[in-house]
């Protein structure tokens, strides 16, 4: 499915996200790129940055934004891999959940989480995540 353009400006946060055990952290950055759709902000773009340009682990990174990007902009629910994610044997009693053990898992947590933060902020009902494909925006 071809994508329409998104606008050239789009509303954004940057999160600063920890992964991995206490003490043995990386530090990776989450940028979540929303956009209005309808009556409804949704979250449709990621970047994720390891502070060590150049390595594997950064380019890693890039490839997992994108294929993230790609699956919200076609309306995939990126919560539905969630409870497939791999997750440290520790439980985080700040969030009431297991840690993931990758960035490609916080991130997916992060996302279904700030989801429907949006999602109770703009007063809208969340049905799981909801996510709505963003195929046809721009071309109103």
């Known amino acids: 499915m071809l994508l329409n353009p998104m ?3 789009r509303q954004s946060e940057t999160f ?3 992964v991995g055990e206490a003490g043995k952290e990386q ?3 989450v940028t979540l790129g929303i956009v209005s759709v309808g ?3 949704v979250i449709n773009e990621v970047f994720l940055k390891h502070g060590k340009e150049g390595q594997a682990l950064d380019a890693i990174c890039d490839d997992a934004g994108i294929i993230i990007s790609k699956l919200l ?3 995939f629910p990126v919560a539905d891999l969630c409870p497939g994610i791999s997750i ?3 439980f985080d009693a700040k969030t009431e959940k297991c840690q993931p053990a990758s960035i490609l898992g916080a991130t ?3 996302i279904a989480t700030e989801q429907q933060v949006l999602d109770k902020c703009c007063g809208l009902r969340s049905s799981g995540l909801g ?3 963003i195929a046809n925006l721009g071309s109103d």
Do not use: K
């Open 27 to 29: 530090t990776f950055f």
């Open 73 to 75: 902009q076609t309306g």
């Open 108 to 110: 997916l947590q992060l």
């Open 39 to 41: 009556n409804r902000l």
């Open 131 to 133: 996510l709505e494909t």
């Open 16 to 18: 600063r996200l920890p």
């Open 88 to 90: 440290l044997p520790v």
């Open 7 to 9: 606008p050239n400006r």
